[in-house]
Nanobody
Framework: HVRFEESGGGLVQSGGSLRLSCLVS?????????MAWYRQAPGTQRELVAS???????DYGDFVKGRFAISRDNPRNMISLEMNNLQDEDTAVYYC??????????WGQGTQVTVSS
């Protein structure tokens, strides 16, 4: 079955940068037309951070404001998220997942991003 393994999170000071990676296994990622990064902070609902279609079309959450860049590498079954100028409100667990996936496709463990001021 398909699995998502997120990595690259950590503790960073406000204004700092991190690069998140997600390895998809058990499935050809190219068959997921749109892949995305989501995040969930304690006590909040999971929200979309950025998505990327196989065509190259990209969308970002309004809060990104030019700070993040999503990319995908289908031959390597990986997607990445370059995050710059991180702020306290970016603190959350970040997940990768295909957009519109059926509920039986499990989510990964996520990677924790903590921004300290």
């Amino acid at each position: 079955h398909v699995r998502f393994e997120e990595s690259g999170g950590g503790l960073v000071q406000s204004g700092g940068s991190l690069r998140l990676s997600c390895l998809v296994s058990g499935w050809d990622m190219a068959l997921f037309y749109t892949m995305a990064w989501y995040r969930q902070a304690p006590g909040t609902q999971r929200e979309l951070v950025a998505s990327i279609h196989n065509s190259g079309n990209i969308d970002y959450g309004d809060f990104v404001k030019g700070r993040f860049a999503i990319s995908r590498d289908n031959p390597r079954n990986m997607i990445s998220l370059e995050m710059n100028n991180l702020q306290d409100e970016d603190t959350a667990v970040y997940y990768c997942h295909p957009v519109g996936a059926p509920p039986d496709i499990s989510w990964g463990q996520g990677t924790q991003v903590t921004v300290s001021s």
